[in-house]
């Protein structure tokens, strides 16, 4: 059975929605998120994905949000597990250098203009959104973890979407034929969220976030011959709960774009003879996580919300179906080893050293 994994934008709350997504996903399915045939990922999703393809269980991810220790237990750059990054990216500093004034891409924005129906109404705006002033280096610092001295990670299909500043397009590193890029810096671009985020340089051209062209990116696995994807996206959903405030209407309206736009993949794949089961936030998430997808207070709490919620959404007869088939994971990926840290079998795989 070929499975695919596509994890979707959603800020710091959507990565933490992810974890307890795939933590839930092991626990029902006895299956390894980190084995699937490709990966995709976009924004919070890409770092997360970066993550699971390193190697990374869900239950360590989980542990480590709740402020475990490990002791003993080193990560690839041979420093202590305990220092890695707790955050999930909440961490915002200055951009270093003069600032700059204006739109962040008039090619950008000029480019979509022209052929607007193409476009999705993030693409038309976001070239003149203002340059955004926070640095994207804390990013780059959390993936670098996971693949010391650059590189990628040792997985043969993970991707990460970003958008093309100059012509506002998808880019997809990892993927045969995209630009060279350390996992760093691809993930860090693939969540340069415009007007916040400081676009980021990799090789002649500058990136912002992938969920520009699209949260989810779904439809990139059309024709990668899987029998079945697993589709986790934290910007939509089916539950309809009552806006309570301007910014709650507005993250309400952002989500059903989102779905529609996901319907519309899931669409695509299934007519192209692949399977599509999709996760989404229920009506429990939608009201810990609250309108600021950027906030890291509710972290933990949107992590074991989804724990329980995608617990459900698995029990149901159209996803057990769905799921029969996928292979048993390795025990220590589905749950945690018995006996000290240092005694567990290996956690993360040996990364390469080239840029993908």
């Known amino acids: 059975?070929?499975?695919?994994?596509?994890?979707?934008?959603?800020?710091?709350?959507?990565?933490?929605?992810?974890?307890?997504?795939?933590?839930?996903?092991?626990?029902?399915?006895?299956?390894?998120?980190?084995?699937?045939?490709?990966?995709?990922?976009?924004?919070?999703?890409?770092?997360?994905g970066a993550f699971t393809a390193a190697g990374v269980p869900p239950w360590f991810m989980v542990a480590h949000s709740a402020g475990e220790t490990f002791d003993g237990l080193t990560g690839p750059d041979g420093r202590p597990a305990a220092e890695a990054d707790r955050s999930?990216?909440?961490?915002?500093?200055?951009?270093?250098?003069?600032?700059?004034?204006?739109?962040?891409?008039?090619?950008?924005?000029?480019?979509?203009?022209?052929?607007?129906?193409?476009?999705?109404?993030?693409?038309?705006?976001?070239?003149w959104?203002?340059?955004?002033?926070?640095?994207?280096?804390?990013?780059?610092?959390?993936?670098?973890?996971?693949?010391?001295?650059?590189?990628?990670?040792?997985?043969?299909?993970?991707?990460?979407?970003?958008?093309?500043?100059?012509?506002?397009k998808r880019t997809v590193f990892g993927r045969e034929g995209a630009p060279e890029a350390e996992l760093g810096k691809a993930v860090a671009a693939s969540c340069a969220i415009p007007g916040f985020y400081r676009s980021v340089r990799i090789g002649n051209r500058r990136y912002v976030d992938g969920g520009v062209c699209s949260a989810s990116n779904l439809d990139l696995l059309k024709d990668a011959g899987l029998d079945l994807i697993v589709c986790l996206n934290p910007t939509s959903s089916r539950?309809?709960?009552?806006?309570?405030?301007?910014?709650?209407?507005?993250?309400?309206?952002?989500r059903a774009g989102a779905g529609r736009r996901l319907g519309a993949e899931a669409k695509k794949v299934r007519a192209a003879g692949t399977e599509v089961l999709l996760i989404q936030p229920e009506a429990d998430d939608l009201e810990v996580m609250g309108s600021n997808l950027m906030s890291g207070k509710r972290r933990h709490e949107v992590i074991e919300t989804a724990i329980e919620t995608v617990g459900r959404q698995l029990e149901t007869s159209h996803a057990q179906k769905l799921l029969a088939g996928l292979p048993p994971g390795e025990p220590h990926k589905i749950r945690r080893p018995d006996g000290p840290p240092a005694a567990w079998p290996p956690i993360v795989s040996t990364p390469h050293q080239e840029a993908a």
């Open 129 to 168: 959104l203002p340059v955004g002033v926070i640095s994207t280096e804390h990013l780059e610092e959390v993936v670098g973890r996971a693949v010391p001295g650059g590189g990628w990670v040792d997985h043969p299909s993970f991707w990460a979407v970003a958008t093309d500043t100059k012509t506002g």
């Open 88 to 127: 999930g990216g909440a961490v915002f500093r200055l951009h270093r250098g003069l600032p700059r004034v204006g739109p962040g891409s008039l090619r950008m924005a000029a480019t979509t203009l022209r052929r607007p129906l193409r476009h999705t109404p993030l693409q038309l705006i976001a070239g």
């Open 239 to 254: 539950a309809r709960v009552p806006a309570r405030s301007p910014a709650a209407l507005v993250a309400g309206q952002l």
């Open 1 to 48: 059975m070929k499975v695919g994994l596509v994890l979707g934008a959603g800020g710091v709350l959507g990565g933490a929605w992810l974890t307890g997504g795939l933590e839930a996903i092991a626990r029902h399915t006895g299956w390894d998120p980190g084995s699937a045939d490709n990966i995709v990922g976009t924004s919070a999703g890409s770092m997360i």
